[in-house]
């Protein structure tokens, strides 16, 4: 399971990297963050495909709205 978990957050990780061809603004940055994030910890508290997308989203939205604030 935690293999799972860290093999989904670094292949996350290295989606949202390489999408990067500039300098990304601090809601891009959060967005990212918070969508890696939100799917491990969907991912670990309800398990399953839909635990991890909607971890996702939910932490992408959140994430997106503190980076606007920085």
Do not use: F, H, R
């Not at 508290?45 to 997308?53: D, F, N, S, Y």
């Amino acid at each position: 399971m935690i293999t799972k978990i860290l093999m989904s957050a670094a292949a996350a990780s290295l989606i949202a990297l390489t999408g990067c061809g500039t300098n990304p603004t601090n809601a891009q940055i959060g967005t990212a963050t918070g969508a890696v994030l939100g799917g491990v910890a969907g991912n670990a508290i309800l398990g399953g495909t839909l635990g991890t997308v909607g971890g996702a989203a939910a932490g992408a939205l959140i994430g997106n709205e503190v980076g606007k604030k920085n």
